[in-house]
């Protein structure tokens, strides 16, 4: 820092020296006098005297350092946020998803017994009859057999009489069926894939944006203007001359 002096002088110089010269004439020169005449002067004493001059003194005004500077440190607390902040609950997933088979009941017939015709026989119906038939033996004898030549038997003897002749009839059976139940296929069983997109829950949060930090501060240093006296011109000793008569004493 550059300091401005204001120089105050208090005092007056004195003057260096005082020199009296004569007049011309009382260089010791001579010069021409009235009526002719050469007049001869004699040259001036020259004495000395031993002058001190006091010294010379100033004020100034200079900056002085009442207090230096110094560094301060500063502690800055952290900046805070609050922020929305999605939080997840529960995360994203794929399910399986199964659609059973559908079925539906129906019934159909089973044949048991396909239709047929059965044929029925009536046999003949016949009656028994007691029947005398002569006959020739050719013996005579007679008495049943003929005693006497040929002379006629009587054979008895049972014999079959067709009342009713054999029957023949058809007999148509129907076919036979049972009813029996079966499941069939209607949609067949379906697979999907169904996305569950992820659960968030949204809470506030304090977030730090700036961390606590220090901070140096610099105090420039104090100064004051004081006035200050100095030595401007010192004193000093000089001889000066003093010019005196000739003859006079010093």
């Known amino acids: 820092?550059?300091?401005?002096?204001?120089?105050?002088?208090?005092?007056?110089?004195?003057?260096?020296?005082?020199?009296?010269?004569?007049?011309?004439?009382?260089?010791?020169?001579?010069?021409?006098?009235?009526?002719?005449?050469?007049?001869?002067?004699?040259?001036?004493?020259?004495?000395?005297?031993?002058?001190?001059?006091?010294?010379?003194?100033g004020t100034v005004k200079k900056q002085v350092v009442v207090k230096e500077g110094s560094y301060e440190t500063k502690e800055i607390a952290a900046i805070t946020k609050i922020i929305d902040k999605k939080i997840l609950v529960k995360a994203g997933e794929w399910e399986t998803k199964v659609t059973p088979a559908?079925?539906?009941?129906?019934?159909?017939?089973?044949?048991?017994?396909p239709a047929r015709v059965i044929w029925h026989v009536t046999p003949p119906?016949?009656?028994?009859?007691?029947?005398?038939?002569?006959?020739?033996?050719?013996?005579?004898?007679?008495h049943g057999y003929g005693h006497g030549h040929k002379q006629n038997a009587v054979l008895t003897f049972d014999k079959q009489v067709l009342v009713e002749p054999a029957k023949k009839h058809a007999e148509h059976k129907p076919?036979?069926?049972?009813?029996?139940?079966?499941?069939?296929?209607?949609?067949?069983?379906?697979?999907?894939?169904?996305?569950?997109?992820?659960?968030f829950e949204t809470k506030q949060e304090e977030v730090?944006?700036?961390?606590?930090?220090?901070?140096?501060?610099?105090?420039?240093?104090?100064?004051?203007?004081?006035?200050?006296?100095?030595l401007i011109k010192a004193a000093h000793t000089f001889k000066r001359p003093i010019w005196k008569a000739y003859g006079e004493k010093c």
Request: glycine share 8%; aromatic share 8%; proline share 8%.
């Open 102 to 113: 559908i079925f539906e009941t129906r019934e159909k017939q089973i044949l048991i017994e």
């Open 125 to 142: 119906v016949y009656k028994t009859e007691r029947v005398s038939k002569p006959v020739e033996t050719g013996y005579g004898h007679g």
């Open 175 to 199: 076919a036979i069926y049972k009813t029996e139940k079966f499941n069939v296929l209607v949609t067949p069983e379906h697979h999907e894939k169904i996305w569950h997109p992820p659960v």
């Open 1 to 57: 820092m550059a300091i401005k002096q204001i120089l105050t002088v208090v005092g007056g110089v004195l003057g260096s020296a005082v020199l009296v010269a004569g007049p011309a004439a009382a260089q010791g020169y001579g010069h021409q006098a009235p009526h002719g005449h050469y007049v001869q002067h004699h040259q001036p004493q020259v004495c000395y005297e031993q002058i001190t001059t006091p010294e010379v003194y």
């Open 208 to 230: 730090e944006i700036a961390p606590t930090r220090q901070i140096k501060i610099f105090h420039p240093p104090v100064v004051e203007w004081q006035a200050e006296k100095v």
